[in-house]
């Protein structure tokens, strides 16, 4: 039976955004005639999700807790109990939803223009970027609202409906492909439009998928299907020089001296911060709400992060900020820029940064491990160490085989050094949203408890794990939801 995919048409994707155009780039009216590269640039502005997965995912993982004060959001709560989560605002599954399908359109926009196109050679940086937008915005979909890739069942599993022309009417018919379907799409979009990429066309190339951020989706993209050839190739061309530690966000050096919080997360988002390889704008209350909802990240959550590093036997660099009495902890990672809509109200922005060095370095540290290649491993292992303990000694703060398996109290080597990992990537990308896909890819369990000592616990195999596509594109879209 045929299905439809219920979101916002092409006229109406590009006026959500207007009130963005101070901020970042001027966006151009969609309805234009797109008869030269330049215009079409202009649309591939939008052919990114203008929001964030990283409230509701980091809520659903082990880096948060009830905190028992805090501003009251449905979808923070929602989500922390693995509940469905009916509010549609921002930072919710269904915004995310809605805006990764807005920014598909625009990529396929571009695409159908070139296509018609009497000069298509003139357009071909054009199509690489749309290209790899499409691919990038349907793997988070797919990565979210479906089952992880799983080669021994990706044939099987619900997957996400992949959009390849423009949408010129509300209810077009759709239907969700498998995972493995969707997953083929996304690396034929990939590998397609990477060669494309040319970076000369970006006046600002952080806020575009330059060739390096293009190679660094790829490696999340390999590294998420088991493809560990393709993701330690792929993480090669990131940084060629291999200059990893030069590039990483210095939080030994600058960080350190930062008077303010604000210093920090306004280097963490800037353009010319070299560890952000994609950033994109978003419309978002996370700068706000990581560190002042209820269900956040808590002292003694802190305590524990703090604590993953201490096979290293050194102190971990990042500066912890507390705030309400000491009742939240957090780094300092985003700034919000409040734009008014009348004089007292207005919405927030916040610059996040989707792709970074940091995660290609660990993806293909990861990568090596199950190539048997624990010496190439253990060096991007202890890389990033040396950029993240403070009075770096190799030897006593460097990560071994035999450290990795005794430390964790692990039965292999490989068993440890994947833990060690998890752990420092947990670490690394708090309030980013990134340690609940470790939880999905690793079968990871979570347990969560109230105030007053209620524990709830997510399983290894919990249907939840796969947060369910918005009520709408069930209700309206008569999209198969995800089983339960």
């Known amino acids: 039976m045929k299905k439809t995919l219920f979101y916002t048409t092409l006229g109406i994707a590009a006026l959500g955004f207007s009130g ?3 901020y970042l780039e001027k966006v151009p009216d969609n309805r234009s005639t797109l008869n030269t590269p330049e215009k079409v640039t202009q649309v591939l502005v939008n052919a990114y999700p203008k929001a964030t997965y990283a409230a509701f995912c980091e809520a659903m993982t082990d880096n948060v807790t009830d905190i ?10 929602d989500s922390y109990f693995w509940n469905n989560v009916d509010a549609t605002n921002q930072d919710t599954p269904e915004y995310y939803w809605n805006a990764c399908y807005k920014a598909i359109s625009q990529a396929n926009q571009a695409l159908d223009a070139i296509g018609k196109a009497p000069d298509p050679e003139n357009y071909t940086a054009q199509k690489g970027e749309a290209l790899v937008a499409r691919a990038y915005a349907h793997f988070m979909l797919a990565t979210i609202f479906s089952k992880m890739y799983d080669p021994a069942t990706a044939d099987q599993d619900l997957g996400i409906p992949y959009v390849t022309e423009p949408e010129t009417v509300v209810n077009k018919y759709y239907e969700r492909s498998t995972v493995k379907a969707t997953w083929d799409k996304v690396e034929k979009d990939l590998l397609e439009g990477l060669p494309l990429i040319q970076d000369k066309l970006y006046t600002v190339p952080r806020f575009h998928f330059t060739k390096q951020a293009a190679y660094a989706f790829a490696t999340r993209f390999f590294l998420y299907k088991k493809d560990y050839a393709k993701t330690v190739q792929y993480a090669a061309f990131v940084l060629p020089s291999e200059a990893w530690l030069d590039n990483m966000r210095p ?5 350190q001296t930062a008077a303010s919080s604000t210093e920090i997360s306004t280097d963490m988002n800037a353009s010319t911060c070299k560890a952000n390889l994609l950033l994109i704008q978003t419309t978002s209350w996370w700068a706000r709400d990581y560190r002042g909802v209820r269900y956040a990240t808590s002292a003694n959550i802190a305590n524990v992060l703090k604590g993953l590093t201490g096979i290293t036997k ?8 507390t705030w309400s009495s000491g009742l939240y902890n957090a780094t300092p990672k985003y700034n919000e820029n409040f734009i008014y809509s009348t004089a007292s109200t207005g919405v927030g922005y916040v610059m996040f940064p989707a792709l970074t060095i940091e995660e290609v370095l660990l993806n293909r540290a990861e990568a090596y491990v199950y190539l048997e290649n624990n010496t190439a491993a253990l060096k991007d292992i202890n890389t990033w160490v040396s950029g ?6 190799p030897a006593t703060h460097n990560v071994t085989e035999e450290s990795a398996m005794t430390y964790n109290n692990q039965p292999t080597v490989k068993d440890g050094l994947i833990k060690t990992l998890l752990d420092f990537r947990r670490i690394e ?3 980013e949203g990134l340690r609940w896909f470790d939880i999905i890819r690793y079968d990871l369990p979570v347990t969560h408890r109230t105030i007053t000592d209620q524990e709830f616990t997510l399983n290894a195999k919990d249907l939840r794990k796969v947060v369910q596509i918005p009520q709408e594109a069930i209700s309206v879209g008569r999209l198969q939801p995800n089983p339960r």
């Open 20 to 22: 963005c155009e101070k």
């Open 388 to 393: 993240r303990i403070k009075s770096y000694n």
């Open 314 to 321: 050194g102190t971990y660099a990042y500066r912890w900020f």
């Open 429 to 431: 990308f708090l309030h």
């Open 68 to 77: 028992g004060t805090g501003t009251a959001r449905n979808q923070n709560a």
């Open 251 to 255: 939080w030994l050096t600058t960080y």
